[in-house]
């Protein structure tokens, strides 16, 4: 609240009051006003909503100031880009889902094991930071500053992308079995020994991708997590 003398200040010229008249208003001394707008002294919250009331302002207003407006655009617009790929990212399982279940059934479970390791956890990535930007422009919620926010901000990067890259290898070669499980399929001829495809991936990477697959299929909605925190912890830009 150390912007808060400031912001008030700000407000009470904004609505051309004297500090005599804003006193009046909330039947306290000229002094108290003055002592909160030079910073020797801060209203309790009770007081606070009477002089957001009184400011015809809010509260949070008050205490963080009036957004900048390039920020609230450049905000507005990320919101806008990051509904558009949930979009994209929802209608793309609303048809693949049904697709890879019935494919399931003839014994080519590639599409629906590269839904459940790739599709599904972007997916939820983008809906929890989607949500929580929609609520951060709303002013419902605002990032979180603390010592441990850059930490914490690194660490949910880190858990994505050593997640994709772990995984990458993997999914190529899913993706390559398919293709070649698709030909087998169309042409059985091509394959006189039966369809057989060995994944090309060092045995300890394996191992681990396996140890990822078993606890993230089907729980893919953990991946909600990290994006949530990603943005609560996001460091903000300072201005000077």
Known sequence: MSQLFENMKAARLKRKFTQEEMAAKLSVTEQAVSDWESGESQPDIDMLIRI???LDSDITTLIYGLPDPEVRKKEKTHLIIAVGILLILSISLYFLTPLAAKMKLYF???????????????????????????????GVVKRVKSKFSKTIYIACLSIVLIY??????????TINCFIQSLKYQQNPALFPDGFHYSYNIPLFLQKIELKLITFCYNRSVIFIIPSIFFWLSKPTKQKS
């Open 52 to 54: 957001a009331d009184t």
């Open 108 to 138: 080519i479970p590639e599409p629906t094991v590269l839904m459940q390791i790739c599709l599904l956890p972007l997916f939820w990535l983008v809906l929890g930071w989607t949500i929580m930007q929609g609520m951060g422009v709303l």
């Open 164 to 173: 994709a890259v772990l995984m990458l290898p993997y999914t190529i070669e």
